[in-house]
């Protein structure tokens, strides 16, 4: 186990810069999770502490020792990938044993980490099959063996899961979480997956355009993202956003938007009156109520079975709503919603979060 310390990471492509400067420290045992969407520089990061990719500036430390010179080999990591890359022609049990047969550990030390490993995760009924002889799951849980046999510092995972189903993505997630638990070992999982983010992870690394964007506990990034982009991204169905402006008349604090209506917020000393700002509020905080102050227009109601999503707009733009309340199935053409003042959030016109 280790911690890791990244250190003004950049990393350009040619001219083509991908990471604009990275800092993170990554304490010994924790379970990191780097999410973003696609092309953002989560792999491109993850591959740089795993020495696979050279480092254009900055600096990587495990456990204190600065390693941008040192081979992967070196690193003691070990890496799970979206593909299995497993030895076809290989057993599961000798592609679980094959790094401690090049490091030639003894036959019978080899058997009992096997064992123990493949207990862990449930393998020991697949142990002579072959690759092609099993499911997704079970490949990408012999990947995972794997790995952990080898005993590393820290595991990194990149969208290990993305090539399975949905249900079975939910079973596995669950299963990587049990053994974080078991294993305590340092672990660094890249998703495009803000689920797998949010269930997975001690802290999230939130990353955009090769910046990072936030840094925190799951709960922290859903109840106070720090800008637009992590509100919009953290969260599903996503946050809702109205332009307008922050007014101060007689002491209160509200959103006014185009069409003179507005809403009350609480007080934001940071914010002169008349400033640009954009409310956001998750379709699960809006409140359907008849006195409602808000009218929105239906254009589409989904049921998921365990809710309902609401497509609405609300002043011409498209709003949507999240309730467990059956009853809006048969909601007329207009409806009537509330945003309760506790359950707002401000952002100014750089799109920074405003308390
Ligand atoms: N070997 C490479 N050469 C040039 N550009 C690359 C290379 N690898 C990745 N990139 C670019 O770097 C950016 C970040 O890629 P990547 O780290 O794979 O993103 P993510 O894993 O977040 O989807 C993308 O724009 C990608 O096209
Ligand atoms: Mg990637």
Redesign the pocket.
Known sequence: MASIDISAIR?S??H?P??HGVDLTIRDGEFIV?V????????????MIAGL?EVTSGEISIEGRRVNDLPPKDRDIAMVFQSYALYPHMTVADNMSYSLRLRKTGKERIAEIVASASAKLGLDALLQRRPKALSGGQRQRVAMGRAIVRQPKAFLF??PLSNLDARLREQMRAEIKKLHKELGATSIY?T?DQIEAMTLADRIVA?HG?VVQQVGAPLDLYDRPANLFVAGFIGSPGMNFLEGHYVLEGGQASVRFANETSVAVELRKALASNSKVTLGIRPEHVVISSAGAIEAGVDLVEPTGFGIIMHLSVHGLPFKIFTLDRSVLSADRTIRVDFPISRLHLFDSEGQRVD
């Open positions: 990393k492509y040619g083509f991908v990471l780097l973003g969407p696609s092309g953002c520089g989560k792999s491109t990061l993850l591959r990719e990149d969208e890249v495009h990353m090769g």
